[in-house]
């Protein structure tokens, strides 16, 4: 079992940076791929960022590819999402998951359907 708790949202300008992070609580946190999705009113959510547990390889949506950078610190277990350039589409609710890579090792990392342990999310807004 994991929860997840995010925290460092807010407003900012456009061009502008946040740091997202996201504290896990349990032990195996470190066995654990995690992802970043969003969720911007009316529309569905979407995948944002997501490293392997072991590797620690990225993989990143396209609209966010140079802009935003996640990392992870299994010591604090932790995964940060670094967001710079902000842009007004950009705004959403973020939410941190976690991915069994052994249970959910069929789904790829873009895909929400293989994250069972959800964050509350947080709200990133841009204004122009």
């Known amino acids: 079992q994991v929860q997840l708790v995010e925290s460092g949202g807010g407003l900012v300008q456009a061009g502008g940076s946040l740091r997202l992070s996201c504290a896990a609580s349990?032990?195996?946190?470190?066995?654990?791929?995690m992802g970043w999705f969003r969720q911007a009113p009316g529309k569905e959510r979407e995948f944002v960022a997501a490293?392997?547990?072991?590797?620690?390889?990225?993989y990143y949506a396209d609209s966010v590819k140079g802009r935003f950078t996640i990392s992870r610190d299994n010591a604090k277990n932790t995964v940060y999402l670094q967001m710079n350039s902000l842009k007004p589409e950009d705004t959403a609710v973020y939410y941190c998951a976690a991915k069994d890579p052994v249970l959910r090792g069929r789904y790829s990392y873009y895909d929400e359907r293989g994250y069972d342990y959800w964050g509350q999310g947080t709200q990133v807004t841009v204004s122009s």
């Open positions: 490293i392997n547990w072991s590797s620690g390889r990225t």
């Open positions: 349990g032990r195996t946190f470190s066995r654990y791929d």
